[in-house]
């Protein structure tokens, strides 16, 4: 879309940046990601991603203005969030609570991997033929959950659409890849330490 963005890296949660007064102005929530558009403030990274796509996109191609179309981008969008509630199950008890794996939810993960793989077995993008906003978020979340330690490239189209993605998203390797990395390794240490 061309936008200018100023990118904070590493400003995790943890760091409290979310609670300072200016952020807060911001968002009362004190959530990350969190976007100043010229005193406009946006949060929610699906919610930013369609705001950008309506407000800046050349063209509809990334937010489908057919509603059929939007419908499906939607509905995907949806889907990726429940993928990553799945995950969130599996991981964050260990990760920030030092509890053990529970292999039901493990089963739950897998299952939300495979709704994802059967949309991704009849089409080229989550959505479609073509990619839209609901790519970025997907192969974030999928990118994430295999950096965390678990194989979603078991699934043979989620492999090929992660590869896809990882070519095709401009920039991929310093807005995803890098922090995926970052976080995944700190998630699987946290997790080896809650099993002992």
């Not at 089409?123 to 959950?145: C, E, H, K, R």
């Not at 990395?181 to 240490?189: A, K, R, T, V």
Request: glycine share 4%; charged share 25%.
């Amino acid at each position: 879309m061309g936008i200018d963005c100023y990118y904070h890296p590493f400003s995790s949660p943890s760091r409290g940046e979310q609670y300072t007064p200016e952020f807060l102005k911001m968002n009362p929530n004190h959530a990350v990601p969190t976007l100043d558009d010229d005193g406009f403030y946006l949060y929610d990274s699906r919610s930013i991603m369609k705001y950008l796509a309506n407000a800046y996109a050349k063209g509809d191609t990334m937010y489908p203005k057919d509603p059929k179309k939007r419908y499906l981008v939607d509905q995907r969008l949806m889907l990726d969030v429940d993928t990553y509630q799945a995950f969130a199950n599996v991981f964050y008890p260990p990760a920030f609570f030092k509890q053990k794996i529970e292999p039901d939810k493990v089963k739950k993960l897998d299952e939300a991997l495979e709704r994802v793989s059967k949309y991704l077995d009849q089409t080229t993008y989550i959505a479609g033929n073509s990619m839209t906003i609901a790519d970025f978020s997907t192969a974030a979340t999928l990118s994430t959950i295999q950096e965390c330690g678990h194989d979603v490239e078991k699934l043979p189209s989620i492999k090929r659409y992660l590869t896809r993605c990882k070519e095709e998203i401009l920039g991929w390797i310093e807005l995803n890849q890098q922090g995926a990395e970052q976080y995944g390794q700190f998630i699987q240490n946290a997790v080896q330490n809650a099993q002992k």
